[in-house]
């Protein structure tokens, strides 16, 4: 594993490319997945939350802590909470912060 300052830059943005990839796949399935049960949809919606949920929660919290990171990592957890049809208040307190 490269520990050097700019291999650990490089490695933390390839996981903020793969979580904004993650929020791009889930809202690619929430627009286009049409199952004749809709419980199946919800259903297949929290296991790909979960999954960008626990890519976006890979990336060390001290590259979090960056202003503009912070942003982004706010901004991806909330457009990931905001997934679901019903309102949830988490996701627009994550949104929020990333203003």
Do not use: C
Request: charged share 30%; hydrophobic share 35%.
């Amino acid at each position: 594993m490269n520990t050097s300052r700019e291999g650990t830059e490089v490695g933390d943005g390839d996981l903020m490319e793969k979580a904004t990839r993650a929020v791009d796949d889930l809202y690619n399935l929430r627009d286009t997945y049409f199952p004749a049960n809709p419980d199946d949809k919800i259903s297949k919606l929290d296991i790909q939350v979960r999954l960008a949920l626990q890519i976006l929660d890979s990336i060390p919290f001290e590259q979090r802590k960056s202003p503009a990171w912070r942003a982004t990592y706010e901004f991806l957890q909330g457009k990931i909470l905001d997934v679901y049809p019903d309102y949830r208040k988490e996701a627009e307190v994550h949104l929020s912060k990333a203003v």
